[in-house]
T-cell receptor, first 115, second 110 residues
Framework: NAGVTQTPKFQVLKTGQSMTLQCAQD?????MYWYRQDPGMGLRLIYY???????DKGEVPNGYNVSRLNKREFSLRLESAAPSQTSVYFC??????????????FGPGTRLTVT | EDQVTQSPEALRLQEGESSSLNCSYT??????LFWYRQDPGKGPEFLFT???AGEEKEKERLKATLTKKESFLHITAPKPEDSATYLC???????????FGSGTRLSIRP
């Protein structure tokens, strides 16, 4: 099992450009998440999908959109990138929401720089 | 406001020198607490889930404990390969949302 995979691993964008970060999991998990990680601020939830066909905003959703393409795939789109979106982005998945025993499994991350 | 605070921010130990990392939280109706390990340039890796005060879990040189206000990650006789950032997290509202602390960066010198 590959677990959670993310593409690309690195990306440099200019202000105003758009891009989509891709995430896929092969663990048959129901729930998927997008986080960003900035120095000193920990991991912050951008959007999540509790199950296929649903998406909800997290703590810092502004400037982002998501698509739960199917049970395996969850993409994050930046429509008009800003320097404040320079960060490391992590995708995660878990068996199901609603109960604390469902730990999350993380991908390797995408390092995004917006100039 | 729901919050998770980890201390210290960074800890440097000599190989074999035991210590503890702290995670304190202010979340109503705690439904569990997670510990993760994160190596540089990688995503967090799940270590433990603790569900109720008094619970303890162990894995190799790590032992996690939970009280009503905080959790400790005890590291016994650490080795250089234990060097990493350790994150704790608690569910907020539904467990779909999890609040992470900023982490403790642990460095073990040979």
């Amino acid at each position: 099992n590959a677990g959670v995979t993310q593409t690309p691993k690195f990306q440099v964008l200019k202000t105003g450009q758009s891009m989509t970060l891709q995430c896929a999991q092969d663990m048959n998990h129901n729930s998927m998440y997008w986080y960003r990680q900035d120095p000193g601020m920990g991991l912050r939830l951008i959007y999540y999908s509790a199950s296929e066909g649903t998406t909800d905003k997290g703590e810092v959703p502004n400037g982002y959109n998501v698509s739960r393409l199917n049970k395996r795939e969850f993409s994050l789109r930046l429509e008009s990138a800003a320097p404040s979106q320079t960060s490391v982005y992590f995708c995660a998945s878990s068996e199901a929401p609603g109960l604390a025993r469902y730990e999350q499994y993380f991908g390797p991350g995408t390092r995004l720089t917006v100039t | 406001e729901d919050q998770v605070t980890q201390s210290p921010e960074a800890l440097r130990l000599q190989e074999g020198e035991s210590s503890s990392l702290n995670c304190s939280y202010t979340v109503s109706g705690l439904r569990g607490l997670f510990w993760y390990r994160q190596d540089p340039g990688k995503g967090p890796e799940f270590l433990f889930t603790l569900y109720s005060a008094g619970e303890e879990k162990e894995k190799e040189r790590l032992k996690a404990t939970l009280t009503k206000k905080e959790s400790f990650l005890h590291i016994t006789a650490p080795k250089p390969e234990d060097s990493a950032t350790y994150l704790c997290a608690v569910p907020k509202g539904s467990a779909s949302k999890i609040i992470f602390g900023s982490g403790t960066r642990l460095s073990i010198r040979p």
